[in-house]
Nanobody
Framework: QVHLQESGPGLVNTSQTLSLTCSVS??????????WSWIRQPPGKGLDWLGY???????YYSPSFRSRTSISRDTSKNQFTLQLRSVTPEDTAVYYC???????????????????WGQGTQVTVSS
């Protein structure tokens, strides 16, 4: 059983950088089992896929977010992180880290389609 837990500030000001960390237990982020992804769900909308980092530490980003997204990892802590720069109120959403054995580069229709997911963390961008 893999457990993921998001952490980070719940409130970010416009134009600042949103930083979230996902702590993983039950598997190592350096094994080939999963692609470690970040997705989000804005209020009243479907899931957005932001990107993932693979077991080699190579990130891959959604074209929609590539210009302002960075995903990195700390293997000593078994954590991976998301940085989303120059945020606006449109970036307000529940952010999830997920373990995806398929390595999808578009969002699933439902959170339950992923192998494992965190409880999600609400991030609000103030204007």
């Amino acid at each position: 059983q893999v457990h993921l837990q998001e952490s980070g500030p719940g409130l970010v000001n416009t134009s600042q950088t949103l930083s979230l960390t996902c702590s993983v237990s039950g598997d190592s982020i350096t094994t080939k089992s999963f692609y470690w992804s970040w997705i989000r769900q804005p209020p009243g909308k479907g899931l957005d896929w932001l990107g993932y980092i693979n077991y080699l530490g190579h990130p891959y980003y959604s074209p929609s977010f590539r210009s302002r997204t960075s995903i990195s990892r700390d293997t000593s802590k078994n954590q991976f992180t998301l940085q989303l720069r120059s945020v606006t109120p449109e970036d307000t959403a529940v952010y999830y880290c997920v373990a995806d054995s398929m390595g999808r580069t578009i969002a699933a229709n439902r959170l339950e389609e992923y192998d494992y997911w965190g409880q999600g963390t609400q991030v609000t961008v103030s204007s």
